[in-house]
Nanobody, 129 residues
Framework: QVSLVESGGGSGQAGGSLILSCAAS????????MGWFRQAPGKAREGVAA????????YYADSVKGRVTISQGNNKNTLYLHINNLKPEDTAKYYC??????????????????????WGQGTQVTVSS
């Protein structure tokens, strides 16, 4: 069993930066996919960024490319999302997700919710203009 706990959300000003963290505990596989997703009120869940440790690749949604960086801590049990140049449209609840023994995936699959078996409870990000 795996548990994911997000932190680092809060309020920010447009143009500012924010770092979200996701602490994973439990049986974490060396080869896995982890991702960040977000959902704004009234909107569908959107994949923001993901990483595949086996393929050594990161994936980014076009809507955030160039402003967002996904990274993992040295022990691979912590996932970060650095968001720069915050925009009001970044306002959403952000979720961390984990899939063990992740097979080779396409970018669309990596940023697609159905790939992931484990999800955190989310952390709210609110950006004011």
């Amino acid at each position: 069993q795996v548990s994911l706990v997000e932190s680092g959300g809060g309020s920010g000003q447009a143009g500012g930066s924010l770092i979200l963290s996701c602490a994973a505990s439990g049986d974490i596989d060396a080869i896995h996919c982890m991702g960040w997703f977000r959902q704004a009120p009234g909107k569908a869940r959107e994949g923001v960024a993901a990483s595949h440790t086996g393929m050594n690749r990161e994936y980014y949604a076009d809507s955030v490319k160039g402003r967002v960086t996904i990274s993992q801590g040295n022990n691979k049990n912590t996932l970060y999302l650095h968001i720069n140049n915050l925009k009001p449209e970044d306002t959403a609840k952000y979720y961390c997700a984990y899939e063990p023994r992740c097979p080779p995936v396409t970018p669309a699959q990596a940023l697609g919710g159905p790939l992931y078996r484990y999800w955190g409870q989310g952390t709210q990000v609110t950006v004011s203009s």
